[in-house]
């Protein structure tokens, strides 16, 4: 089943940081690595990995984006003690963001950023079956913040078998961002849950390219497709990466680069040469600079 793939961007660190996620969840392995040369930031490592199920690419990219809390994934787990073991392992070098506690909406749950900033959210879920253990968490904050609810109904128009599933409102007086409508929200985008709400609180942070979204294209009408309902930021496009109307940023990608990228060295550089110069990736002109003597 065809899922969106979050990716995430590190300085140094996305192999090692991928080597520890996946020893902390069950049905999680390392992909594979590949190295991108000749990049504006030098050689690049990228590692593909599944943590729980879902597939996560990660790239080191040097020191450009950093992450922030308007990102983070939630991961809804059995029982107190898989809580626990998480909680201590994010912990080691991290930050707490909301203590681990009960709240009165979880018996115990708990927010937190791990060594590398990347931010978790630990849920104990035993009421009901898990269908998605990891859920990536959107939190519109700053000038985003109230556009929760009309970005979940944007994207679910855009992506086959998606919906919104459900939405909370805000109670009067319950958040200090003046702005800020639903306090959380379910959606469904391309067989992938999200979930998704308005920040509560004034900060100065929002959305950037330490995490973006892979959106895997058949053909080059697909990315014609999402290309022209996500690129909105004209100078942020760069190949295949889009940012969209409310900040967040896309990979709209063919789903056999892996393949144009593979071959020689000679085939390889003249294949990443012709994309660094892309906006939006082209397929025809791609295959052709593969296949030039």
């Known amino acids: 089943m065809e899922k969106l793939i979050p990716h995430l961007w590190y300085d140094k660190d996305a192999k090692e940081a991928a ?14 690595f590949n190295i991108i040369e000749d990049t504006p930031s030098g050689n690049a490592e990228t590692v593909q990995f599944t943590l729980a199920g879902l597939p996560f690419a990660a790239i080191s990219g040097g020191p450009y984006f950093k992450f922030n809390p308007s990102i983070s994934f939630a991961v809804a787990c059995s029982n107190t003690e898989e809580v626990k073991r998480l909680w201590e392992a994010f912990s080691v070098g991290g930050k707490v963001l909301m203590p681990l506690d009960k709240y009165p909406f979880a018996n115990l749950y708990g927010w937190i950023q791990d060594r590398y900033g990347l931010s978790w959210q630990l849920l104990l879920h035993d ?36 919906e919104v599933t459900f939405v909370n409102k805000y ?38 390219e330490a995490v973006s979204f892979m959106i895997n294209c058949k053909n080059q ?44 060295n000679e085939e ?26």
């Open 221 to 264: 009408e697909e990315i014609d497709y999402y290309f022209e309902k996500l690129s909105d930021v004209p100078e942020a496009a760069q190949c295949g990466w889009v940012k969209d109307k409310y900040g967040l940023s896309w990979q709209i990608i063919p789903d056999n680069l892996g393949e144009l990228l593979s071959g020689t």
């Open 19 to 32: 080597q520890f996620y996946v020893t902390l969840f069950e049905d999680s392995r390392l992909e594979s």
């Open 171 to 208: 109670k009067e007086g319950e958040a200090k961002a003046k702005n800020a409508k639903i306090n959380f929200a379910s959606v469904k985008l391309k067989n992938t849950n999200f979930s998704a709400g308005d920040n509560g609180y004034d900060v100065d942070y929002g959305f950037n």
């Open 268 to 293: 390889r550089a003249r294949v990443t040469k012709a994309f660094l110069k892309m906006k939006k990736f082209d397929i025809a002109l791609l295959k052709k600079a593969k296949d030039e003597n």
């Open 127 to 162: 009421f009901a079956p898990i269908s998605q253990k990891i859920t990536p968490s959107l939190l519109f904050s700053g000038d985003e913040c109230g556009k929760a609810e009309e970005a979940m109904e944007y994207y679910t128009g855009i992506f086959e078998n998606s």
